[in-house]
């Protein structure tokens, strides 16, 4: 039996708390080592949760001879700092999308990761939701013809958008966020089309 791949997702909002953390603990292969947050409030009931230690010293986390990964499921300016952080340390990055708000640090982090030798790899999940992949493959295989533009619309409600990013937050920082909300939720969808059409 191969090892199982020591993880601690960082960040409990909704996409830490509610995908990824029941995730890895039920993949096959994962081993989830625990949750890390700023705050005990949000993070020990999801650690009870899901019968997994919880931290609130990142740099500590690291530090952990089982550690292989660290999922960054935290803000965008964020990413750049803890990524490196965690490459530094000789451990894998699952990065939430942007990776980073500079393309600058974007090749620095790959740099890093490179002369490490771990992984920083962005969190593209759309890529291996079974409707995308099909609809990959009737594109490649020409089932629905040779398409000429294609539409794509993804629905959030305006008060979740504003419960997520309120007036004020980093998302509306231009420096902070790399170009506002609009950049930091389209470049999955960005991501998509590409490796869809293979452009």
């Known amino acids: ?21 029941p995730s890895f ?7 989830l080592l625990g949750l890390c947050a700023r705050s005990e409030k949000r993070v020990k009931p999801l650690a009870e949760k899901y019968e997994v ?17 660290v999922v960054l499921s935290i803000p965008t300016p964020l990413h750049y700092e803890m990524a490196m952080q965690a490459i530094k340390a000789g451990k894998n990055v699952l990065c939430e999308m942007p990776i980073a708000a500079k393309l ?3 090749q620095e982090l790959k740099e ?18 079974p409707v995308y ?11 629905i013809g040779t398409p000429i533009a294609i539409h794509y619309r993804e629905f959030l ?30 470049v999955w969808a960005i991501d998509m089309l590409r490796w869809m059409f293979g452009e």
Do not use: C
């Open 1 to 21: 039996m191969s090892k199982e791949i020591g993880v601690v997702v960082v960040g409990v909002g909704f996409v830490g708390g509610q995908a990824h953390t």
């Open 25 to 31: 603990k039920k993949i096959e292969g994962s081993n």
């Open 53 to 69: 230690p919880f931290f609130l010293d990142y740099e500590e986390v690291l530090k952990n001879p089982e550690l292989d990964a």
């Open 104 to 106: 600058e640090q974007v």
């Open 112 to 129: 890093a990761a490179e002369k490490a030798e771990v992984l920083i790899m962005p969190i593209l999940n759309f890529r291996f939701a």
């Open 133 to 143: 992949v099909k609809t990959k493959e009737m594109i490649q295989e020409g089932t």
């Open 157 to 186: 409600p305006a008060a979740d958008l504003a419960e997520q990013w309120p007036a004020g937050s980093w998302a509306w920082d231009m420096e902070r966020s790399g170009g506002y909300p609009d950049f930091t939720l389209s």
